[in-house]
């Protein structure tokens, strides 16, 4: 899925924001929002939008030198999510089906999403588990996916936020753990889940966990290492949890399901479903 022009004000946001997080130095700010606008101005919008947010990351970083700026704000959501884990885990095994009710509740945690919207609270990720249970699924039939998956050698679960992990840890204590594989980002990207974030989520409980060798907000295979990339070719089923991983996968061949909350016009007007949305989606469906 490439950039568009309407993506350019949420980039500057973001751009502005991890600033702002990195460094307390408003000229140092102002010298690297300058440096980011230079880039966004000259950037080619072929790209997906997390491959031009990933070129402000690097700006950011290299200017303040500030490795992971939304750390803290990654614990404070896994924290918040851990804390409704014994809730969550209620609601899946009082469903008269589990794997769709833990697959509800892991689209629905992708509210937790500091690339589509600048601050994400509490009330926002409590609100996830009367939300998931009660919108509408839209997209592909969920026993479609758990067929695919009982009679996959290989699952490839590419993660998301941080504290989205805990929502799909529950969705993960669903499948046969030592045929599924997690990947989290290979190095800070915005607030997605690392694999210190994974681990706090207690994602390596459940699965196998790796990283992707990338540093983008989404999984830009280029960009990825060797060894990832030789897993994702061979994984029977992949699941890409988010906006990001459907911005840049989106137009892959490999037997992949999206799983994602709609949350910019953009990825409504790309994948035909309205804003706020609960979406499973089968790449060739899209």
Do not use: W
Request: charged share 25%.
């Amino acid at each position: 899925m490439k950039a568009e022009l309407q993506c350019l004000p949420c980039l500057v946001r973001q751009a502005r924001e991890v600033a702002m997080i990195s460094t307390d130095d408003l000229q140092l700010q102002k010298k690297t929002m300058r440096s980011c606008l230079k880039y966004m101005s000259e950037t080619d919008l072929d790209q997906s939008p997390p491959e031009i947010a990933q070129g402000i990351g690097r700006i950011v970083k290299s200017m303040t030198g500030t490795e992971d700026p939304y750390r803290e704000v990654k614990s404070l959501h896994t924290a918040a999510a851990l804390k409704m884990l014994p809730e969550m885990e209620k609601i899946v095994t009082e469903s008269h089906d589990p794997f769709v009710a833990g697959l509800r509740l892991a689209i629905a945690g992708n509210i937790i999403d500091l690339g589509a919207k600048e601050k994400v609270s509490d009330e926002d990720i409590c609100s996830v588990l009367s939300e998931a249970m009660e919108q509408p699924l839209c997209g592909a039939d969920p026993l479609q996916l758990k067929s695919e998956i009982d009679s996959a050698k290989s699952v490839l679960y590419l993660a998301d936020n941080a504290g989205e992990t805990v929502f799909d840890r529950i969705f993960l204590e669903q499948f046969i753990s030592e045929k599924v594989t997690v990947a989290v980002r290979g190095a800070p990207a915005i607030n997605d889940a690392t694999l210190d974030d994974a681990r706090d989520a207690g994602i390596h409980r459940v699965a196998r966990l790796i990283d992707n060798g990338s540093g983008a907000p989404a999984t830009v295979l280029s960009d990825c290492s060797g060894e990832f990339r030789r897993i994702f070719r061979k994984a029977d089923v992949i699941i890409a949890k988010g906006q990001g991983n459907y911005e840049s996968l989106s137009s892959s061949h490999a037997n992949i399901y999206f799983l994602f909350r709609v949350k910019c016009n953009l990825v409504a007007e790309h994948s035909g479903f309205p804003m706020g949305s609960l979406v499973l989606l089968k790449a060739m469906d899209g």
